[in-house]
């Protein structure tokens, strides 16, 4: 065992968070589970994301709402004095709620399918849109090099206590929007 005080203050930090992490995981493995089911995950603007997810409780849970979403997030990474320093931004949020507050029993389990549609610059007044406009922004600083957008679909019970959620990394073709 270390004699430095600091170094044992450190490591039992660390001990702490690494068991809090943990027991958070425990926890929502206990109560139940999203099982998310893909055929495709690479798309193009306009094309519609489809796929349904599993939804099983193990322990009653009060959900507020049953959702599904399409996440965009911008990954910005700067290099300096040899550090590399990563910056991450949500830029596009479609949900979809499928069930608003529930109270799922112990045991349940159901399957829902699932229609999100890929952002769309031809649609009619799309140029005006707050969502294409930024993500014009987006593909502008992409240029950079130095930054790229990550996509996810996530299903997510958002309950009381802690939350069931699922997603699945998916690929969409913005470069073709400007």
Known sequence: ??????????????????????????????RGSIKLNMVQVTFNPGDTIT????????????????TVSLIGKKVTKTR????????????????KILEQATHYPAEHRSTHEFELPTPNSQAPGAADSPLIQGLATAMRVLGSGHSYLKWRVEA???????????SKKVSVNVGNLM
Not at 51 to 66: A, Q, V
Not at 156 to 166: M, Y
């Open 80 to 95: 300096r004095g040899g550090k590399t320093r990563t910056e991450t931004h949500e830029i596009y949020r479609d949900e």
């Open 1 to 30: 065992m270390p004699d430095n005080p600091i170094l044992i203050l450190i490591l039992a930090g660390i001990g702490v968070a690494l068991a809090i992490v943990a027991g958070y995981y425990l926890i929502r493995f206990m």
């Open 51 to 66: 796929g349904s997810f599993e939804l099983h409780t193990k322990k009653p849970i009060e959900g507020n709402k049953l």
């Open 156 to 166: 997510r019970l958002d309950a009381k206590g802690v939350d069931l959620a699922a």
